[in-house]
Each structure stands twice: as C-alpha cells, then as structure tokens.
C-alpha cells in the first residue's frame, strides 16, 4: 500500500497505513528494542527511549560514524517520533481487535531529489518490519526499492 502525500503550509506529510495482526506489544518491541530494530532498519540503534533520549543513526560504512537523532515524542506503546533529516517521522500503533494498526508519518520541509528515495526507503523497511514479525528475515530487497522508487517518484512529480 502506498503512503499518501499531502501539502499543507510548511511542508508535506507522507502517510503509511499498515493493519498488523499482531499485539501492540509485539509490534512495539520490534519497533523499539534493538536486536530487532536492526533487522528491519539497520542504522538505527536505540540508546534512551524516552521523549528527549537518543537514537544513534549508524553510518554502516565501515567508519564507524554516527549521527544522534532526538526522540521528540514517545509515549510507550502508543507512539514514537524522533527527527529525520530537516524533519521527522512518526510511529503511532493502535488496537485492533484482531491486532493493531500501525502509522507512520513522515514530516518532510521541503521536496527534493532525495524525496522519492526516503518514501521508497520507508516502503521498503516496512516491508521489511512485516516480515520480521511473521517470524522471518530478509535483506533490503533492493529490486523492490527500485520498484516503489518509480513510483514515489511519480506521487512527488504530481506535488
């Protein structure tokens, strides 16, 4: 399912709606605890979870590098937000009777080159998160990135 991409006065907001059949407490531990985090978004570490704590974004280089990303929002299984880039994404979890729906949202200031890159990036991890709950593992499937890629790049085009 594609994100939805909206204009509003300072920026844009992309969307992603995904209905998960698993408890908010399972889709919170793998959003949040790092032996997990690592195998749907690999550069992300947690080191304080707590609305002002720290999440390292790892270079994965080879330098060993890292860039400490702010936690602005975080309410434990209820949501989590932390900046990205100029912006910031957002994680919120809901109950459902038959599991929980996750969204994601991402704040994005202003469009570029690189827009369509993240929104595929996104797409892809959470694909990625999908699988790693049904009890499975898989590499960034890059051919699936360049698929939703093509298409990002044509929901920007239209913004």
């Known amino acids: 399912m594609l994100a939805v ?8 907001v992309a969307t992603y709606n995904r209905p998960l059949h698993y408890s908010v407490e399972k889709v919170w531990a793998t959003l ?5 985090l690592e195998k749907w978004m690999s550069n992300l570490q947690v080191v304080d979870l707590r ?25 434990e299984l209820e ?27 991402e704040y994005i200031p202003t469009l570029s080159d690189h827009t369509s ?13 999908s699988t790693l709950l049904d009890g499975q593992y898989m590499d960034f499937p890059k051919g699936e990135w ?5 298409k990002y790049v044509r929901i920007v085009k239209q913004l």
């Open 5 to 12: 991409v909206e204009k509003f006065e300072d920026g844009y």
């Open 32 to 36: 949040t605890e790092n032996g997990k």
């Open 51 to 75: 609305k002002g704590g720290i999440i390292k974004f790892n270079m994965n280089d080879g330098t060993g590098k890292s860039i400490d990303i702010s936690i602005i929002d975080f309410k």
């Open 79 to 105: 949501y989590l937000q932390y900046e990205w880039g100029e912006g910031w994404v957002r994680f919120e979890l809901f109950p459902k009777d038959d599991g929980c729906l996750l969204v994601l949202k």
């Open 117 to 129: 890159k993240d929104l595929a990036g996104w797409h892809v991890c959470l694909d990625m998160f």
């Open 146 to 150: 360049e698929k939703w890629h093509e």
